[in-house]
């Protein structure tokens, strides 16, 4: 059984049409399927070799402070994570229910375009709250209470959490605020690349709410 289910996750990281991906995630993987908001999500690169990018994530400079460098490890504890590590993340842990991936940005940036998959805890919602509410969102991510009124953790989801890119403080304000509250850091990993590095890579991205020009 073991054997199946390694097989079966080995063979849903392989896109059925490999021979007409030019740009591989990487020499054995040609794409993976995520769901997000219900509809499966195939997620690739950009096909071609001449794509740049053109929005803000092009910029290389913005004030410090608020836009510093962040560091590498946003916790000693917490695991720092890259792009094929979230792929995987995705696979093994969100696609059998026992991960998250969070979007600490604000909800009008998670709207505007964010990572297959993942949800939106905004970071001013666990900086600006109280122990009750706190509680509620931690019940969401599957925390229990114990007999005694304690918060049990045993079986809380794996999270990976991530803003947009490494100058950007939102993840690490949301991680800071978790972490606070005693959410164990064996189940927090960190995306510091972001969204910008994702998109560098020319990874699939989503739309959730369409914004009209006029």
Not at 52 to 81: G, W
Request: hydrophobic share 40%; with cysteine; proline share 4%.
């Amino acid at each position: 059984m073991k054997k199946l289910l390694i097989l079966s996750l080995t063979l849903s990281f392989l896109s059925a049409n490999q021979d007409d991906i030019i740009i591989k995630i990487n020499k054995n993987i040609s794409s993976v399927t995520t769901v997000d908001s219900g509809q499966k999500v195939n997620i690739k690169r950009v096909q071609d070799p001449r794509h740049r990018l053109t929005d803000d994530y092009t910029k290389t400079s913005r004030s410090c402070p608020p836009f510093c460098i962040q560091a590498t490890k946003v916790n000693p504890n917490i695991e720092t994570i890259a792009e094929l590590e979230l792929l995987e993340f995705m696979q093994k842990k969100i696609a059998t229910h026992r991960g998250l991936l969070i979007d600490a940005r604000l909800k009008s940036w998670f709207e505007l375009e964010t990572i297959p998959s993942a949800i939106n805890l905004p970071f001013p919602i666990m900086l600006n709250t109280n122990e009750q509410k706190v509680k509620r969102i931690f019940t969401l991510l599957g925390m229990t209470i114990n007999a005694d009124g304690s918060w049990n953790f045993d079986n809380v989801k794996d999270l990976t959490i991530f803003d947009n890119g490494v100058w950007c403080s939102q993840a690490s304000h949301l991680v800071s605020s978790l972490i606070k509250y005693n959410y164990p850091t064996s189940k927090i990993h960190y995306y510091r690349s972001g969204l910008q590095g994702w998109k560098l890579f020319g990874l699939t991205t989503v739309v959730r709410k369409e914004i009209i020009k006029g």
